[in-house]
């Protein structure tokens, strides 16, 4: 795999790399893609008809408001928090 | 006592030889005396533990105690524990404390289980040696300079170490079975859709699957009781309201029982030692009155590639949500929203995540999603197609559960093709969705525990319980000395 395709996989990935870690990176991902492309061999096509298998549609409950866990309890694990989740600003 | 099996130990509960409380107190010594060589828990919870203990007395002493009332058992550490930090062994989770139970909590607290702790394993359950923690390398109790073998190493560790009665370990591609070979265990993985994934820090979701870790296939079959059926939070999980008793084969006559011999599972890749004791175990079920059927897979030398790539494609989107704002670990660093999540999740995430996470990308990327994706699924797709066949032939396939026994901490870890090559003999199981066990069939010359997998079809794990059940039964285990 070239540096460039490793860059750009960690770019959509939301990663970063020190130049030494994307040189491992990119050694680590040829090998490996080395062992995906066995799969090329075979001449394959997915049905998506037959793989619906376990989706229970008739099992999902009615859709009706219940309750839910506490605001408290779900800011509870949140490092930055003024009774809501804080971000860095996004709008000028 | 802290070696026997569940059914043993409820024997000794209900005629009170002890108390859950000194049990719980002989389980939480030994924790404290040995657990330091084996770094099998994260978290111990002692002082729960003996509160829950007290309430199981309770129900003992009334006389009305379930299955696993006051048995004290221990949780990987992916498996949401409300009020119970759970940290997937990830520096990203390493403060993470859930405001909720998973399912097979609150059905295991239902039972008046006792909870000693949380677990080791790889981080976010990708790996198989444990040695991916970024909290505890778990050591195998056989020989501590080897692997435990993982993802689920701290739920066999412990197990097979004595630090708890059994434990629950999760299993994508073989995380519950080869950690059990690797230890001298029984480890199950149960069908997909038999219990609830509500609280399992997600891996690959259409693979995923919690399962127990015991002392034999029985103990398993009364684990699965205990947390198998319906829960509204897993739409993955078909409404089949009957109970089975997942015990009900135990003592099975194994007498015109088909086995399927899947050549393909015997490759040149299999260790010899660990090649001749499967035979041996066949041959002990011929001698039981099994029938062999030799059978083959052809499509099993894709298996790997087409595992890692559908795992690793569900794997980068469902760890898409750790941006370091809503839970997770968060940077300390200013600049831009965007800046905020890539170095969050850039100091959070260990190297093999990120790898999963880069070639579950390049899977799904546009311009590759066809040549791997789609030819993945397809060979899914293919794969329950040569199961279905073989079952049409054979009742259970027995298996080497993996290539080698366990090997010294420092191998394969830097070679993650190696180790992804191992993972060859479980995982098609979770591709095609089926139960499998997996119980010690022998040791090799260094005394290193040899395991092999009963394979069954879709909700038959009743009968995969049972004929391993049937082997154990016949086999000594040599316990780990330590």
């Given at each position: 795999?070239?540096?460039?395709?490793?860059?750009?996989?960690?770019?959509?990935?939301?990663?970063?790399?020190?130049?030494?870690?994307?040189?491992?990176?990119?050694?680590?991902?040829?090998?490996?893609?080395?062992?995906?492309?066995?799969?090329?061999?075979?001449?394959?096509?997915?049905?998506?008809?037959?793989?619906?298998?376990n989706?229970?549609?008739?099992?999902?409950?009615?859709?009706?408001?219940?309750?839910?866990?506490?605001?408290?309890?779900?800011?509870?694990?949140?490092?930055?928090?003024?009774?809501?989740?804080?971000?860095?600003?996004?709008?000028? | 006592?802290?070696?026997?099996?569940?059914?043993?130990?409820?024997?000794?509960?209900?005629?009170?030889?002890?108390?859950?409380?000194?049990?719980?107190?002989?389980?939480?010594?030994?924790?404290?005396?040995?657990?330091?060589?084996?770094?099998?828990?994260?978290?111990?919870?002692?002082?729960?533990?003996?509160?829950?203990?007290?309430?199981?007395?309770?129900?003992?002493?009334?006389?009305?105690?379930?299955?696993?009332?006051?048995?004290?058992?221990?949780?990987?550490?992916?498996?949401?524990?409300?009020?119970?930090?759970?940290?997937?062994?990830?520096?990203?989770?390493?403060?993470?404390?859930?405001?909720?139970?998973?399912?097979?909590?609150?059905?295991?607290?239902?039972?008046?289980?006792?909870?000693?702790?949380?677990?080791?394993?790889?981080?976010f359950a990708m790996?198989?040696?444990?040695?991916?923690?970024?909290?505890?390398?778990?050591?195998?109790?056989?020989?501590?300079?080897?692997?435990?073998?993982?993802?689920?190493?701290?739920?066999?560790?412990?197990?097979?170490?004595?630090?708890?009665?059994?434990?629950?370990?999760?299993?994508t591609g073989?995380?519950?079975?080869?950690?059990?070979?690797?230890?001298?265990?029984?480890?199950?993985?149960?069908?997909y859709?038999?219990?609830?994934r509500?609280?399992l820090i997600a891996f690959a979701s259409s693979l995923d699957?919690?399962?127990?870790?015991?002392?034999?296939?029985?103990?398993?079959?009364?684990?699965?009781?205990?947390?198998?059926?319906?829960?509204?939070?897993?739409?993955s999980?078909?409404?089949?309201?009957?109970?089975?008793?997942?015990?009900?084969?135990?003592?099975?006559?194994?007498?015109?029982?088909?086995?399927?011999?899947?050549?393909?599972?015997?490759?040149?890749?299999?260790?010899?030692?660990?090649?001749?004791?499967?035979?041996?175990?066949?041959?002990?079920?011929?001698?039981?009155?099994?029938?062999?059927?030799?059978?083959?897979?052809?499509?099993?030398?894709?298996?790997?590639?087409a595992y890692y790539l559908i795992s690793s494609a569900e794997a980068s989107s469902n760890l898409s949500r750790?941006?370091?704002?809503?839970?997770?670990?968060?940077?300390?660093?200013?600049?831009?929203?965007?800046?905020?999540?890539?170095?969050?999740?850039?100091?959070?995430?260990?190297?093999?995540v990120?790898?999963r996470i880069?070639l579950g990308n390049?899977a799904l990327?546009?311009?590759?999603?066809?040549?791997y994706y789609?030819?993945a699924m397809?060979?899914k797709?293919?794969?329950?197609?040569?199961?279905?066949?073989?079952?049409?032939?054979?009742?259970?396939?027995?298996?080497?559960?993996?290539?080698?026994?366990?090997?010294?901490?420092?191998?394969?870890?830097?070679?993650?093709?190696?180790?992804?090559?191992?993972?060859?003999?479980?995982?098609?199981?979770n591709i095609?969705?089926?139960?499998?066990?997996?119980?010690?069939?022998?040791?090799?010359?260094?005394?290193?525990?040899?395991?092999?997998?009963?394979?069954?079809?879709?909700?038959?794990?009743?009968?995969?319980?049972?004929?391993?059940?049937?082997?154990?039964?016949?086999?000594?285990?040599?316990?780990?000395?330590?």
């Amino acid at each position: 795999m070239e540096l460039e395709m490793v860059r750009y996989l960690s770019k959509l990935a939301k990663l970063e790399f020190t130049d030494e870690e994307l040189e491992r990176a990119v050694e680590d991902m040829t090998s490996i893609i080395e062992i995906m492309d066995t799969i090329k061999d075979i001449d394959i096509t997915y049905d998506p008809y037959k793989d619906n298998h376990n989706v229970y549609l008739e099992d999902l409950r009615a859709d009706e408001a219940k309750p839910s866990l506490d605001t408290a309890k779900l800011l509870q694990n949140a490092v930055s928090q003024e009774n809501c989740f804080v971000v860095p600003k996004v709008v000028e | 006592m802290i070696e026997l099996t569940i059914s043993e130990l409820r024997k000794k509960l209900d005629s009170k030889e002890i108390s859950a409380a000194e049990l719980t107190k002989e389980y939480l010594d030994r924790i404290d005396k040995v657990d330091g060589k084996v770094e099998s828990y994260i978290t111990v919870t002692p002082e729960k533990a003996l509160e829950q203990a007290a309430a199981a007395q309770k129900r003992i002493d009334e006389g009305n105690a379930p299955a696993l009332c006051g048995i004290p058992m221990a949780i990987k550490d992916n498996i949401c524990t409300v009020d119970v930090k759970t940290t997937a062994a990830s520096r990203m989770l390493e403060n993470f404390v859930p405001p909720y139970n998973a399912t097979v909590m609150d059905r295991l607290e239902s039972e008046g289980t006792v909870v000693l702790g949380k677990l080791s394993m790889d981080e976010f359950a990708m790996g198989g040696s444990t040695q991916t923690s970024a909290f505890k390398k778990t050591k195998n109790p056989y020989d501590l300079n080897c692997v435990p073998g993982g993802s689920s190493g701290g739920s066999a560790a412990a197990v097979s170490a004595d630090l708890c009665a059994a434990a629950l370990g999760s299993d994508t591609g073989g995380s519950i079975r080869q950690p059990a070979s690797f230890c001298g265990v029984t480890g199950l993985k149960p069908t997909y859709g038999r219990v609830s994934r509500f609280g399992l820090i997600a891996f690959a979701s259409s693979l995923d699957q919690i399962g127990p870790v015991a002392r034999s296939a029985e103990d398993c079959g009364t684990i699965l009781n205990a947390i198998a059926g319906w829960d509204l939070h897993d739409g993955s999980m078909p409404k089949i309201t009957e109970k089975p008793d997942f015990t009900s084969k135990i003592g099975m006559d194994m007498k015109g029982v088909r086995i399927g011999m899947v050549s393909e599972f015997f490759a040149d890749s299999v260790d010899e030692e660990v090649r001749k004791s499967v035979l041996a175990a066949i041959d002990s079920y011929k001698a039981m009155g099994a029938e062999i059927v030799e059978c083959s897979m052809p499509s099993l030398k894709y298996a790997i590639a087409a595992y890692y790539l559908i795992s690793s494609a569900e794997a980068s989107s469902n760890l898409s949500r750790y941006d370091g704002i809503k839970y997770g670990h968060r940077a300390d660093v200013g600049g831009s929203y965007n800046d905020l999540i890539i170095a969050s999740r850039s100091e959070g995430f260990g190297d093999e995540v990120k790898r999963r996470i880069l070639l579950g990308n390049y899977a799904l990327s546009s311009g590759y999603y066809d040549a791997y994706y789609g030819k993945a699924m397809g060979l899914k797709q293919k794969i329950r197609e040569e199961y279905a066949g073989i079952f049409d032939q054979c009742d259970i396939i027995v298996t080497p559960t993996a290539p080698t026994v366990a090997y010294g901490t420092n191998e394969n870890y830097h070679d993650p093709k190696k180790m992804y090559q191992a993972d060859f003999c479980t995982v098609t199981v979770n591709i095609a969705s089926l139960p499998a066990i997996s119980t010690t069939c022998g040791y090799n010359k260094d005394g290193m525990p040899i395991g092999m997998s009963v394979v069954g079809r879709m909700w038959d794990e009743a009968t995969v319980i049972g004929a391993a059940d049937a082997f154990e039964k016949t086999f000594t285990r040599v316990p780990a000395k330590l």
